[in-house]
Each structure stands twice: as structure tokens, then as C-alpha cells.
Nanobody
Framework: QVQLVESGGGLVQAGGSLRLSCTLS????????IGWFRQAPGKERDIVAR????????YYADSVKGRFTISRDKAKNTVSLQMNSLKPEDTAVYYC????????????????WGQGTQVTVSA
């Protein structure tokens, strides 16, 4: 019943910014961790950032620290990823996902996934 829907992807130039949103529905998320992930063609899906819905505690991959910010809006039931200073290597399909079992440190720990949204950063 859990549903996650991403939006906000697009084409931007290097150095530009983009804001992704993930809309959550289907159950309560008070105990959940919500993550943003990305996958480029031929590469593994990697975690970008995650946030604990209840506390707001965040985690960022080293590659995006200082450039990306994850946040949640409890009233709107959304999780956003603000991406600044984008680089061509950020190009990927970005997914949001949820886990309710405390396994928020890796891709395999997430159970429910959105369809993804394409982010392309041109040089």
C-alpha cells in the first residue's frame, strides 16, 4: 500500500540547481527512514541521502555533502532533495524509497520504491 512518487527531475547545466520531491502515501511514516538514491546506466544504485521521518536526522553520501540537502515536510507528506552545484557525474535516475525496519544504511534495506525521475547535468 505504500506509494512513493518522485518529481522534479530535468536537464540542468553544471553548477546549476534542481529540487526533487517525493510524495508519500499509503501508511504512516513516523517510524520510517526515507532515502534518495541514484543509478546511472551500467552502475549500481547508490544511496545519496536519507532522513528519519520522525526526528529529521539526516545522512549524506560523501559525494554530495555540502551540495545536497534532504528535508521533509510532514504537513505535505513529502521529502525533498535540494541539489546545488550540480556536476555531470550527478546524472542519473533518482529514486526515493522507504524502510520501516531500521535498515536505512544501504540500498538493500529499503522496501518501497518510487518510479524514479531523470536528472541530467550537462557540462
Amino acid at each position: 500500500q505504500v506509494q512513493l512518487v518522485e518529481s522534479g527531475g530535468g536537464l540542468v547545466q553544471a553548477g546549476g540547481s534542481l529540487r526533487l520531491s517525493c510524495t508519500l502515501s499509503g501508511r504512516t511514516f513516523s517510524s520510517a527512514a526515507i532515502g534518495w538514491f541514484r543509478q546511472a546506466p551500467g552502475k549500481e544504485r547508490d544511496i545519496v541521502a536519507r532522513i528519519m521521518w520522525g526526528t529529521g536526522s539526516t545522512y549524506y553520501a560523501d559525494s554530495v555533502k555540502g551540495r545536497f540537502t534532504i528535508s521533509r515536510d510532514k504537513a505535505k507528506n513529502t521529502v525533498s532533495l535540494q541539489m546545488n552545484s550540480l556536476k555531470p557525474e550527478d546524472t542519473a535516475v533518482y529514486y526515493c524509497a522507504a524502510t520501516f525496519r531500521g535498515t536505512y544504511a544501504s540500498v538493500s534495506g529499503y522496501d518501497d520504491w518510487g518510479q524514479g525521475t531523470q536528472v541530467t547535468v550537462s557540462a
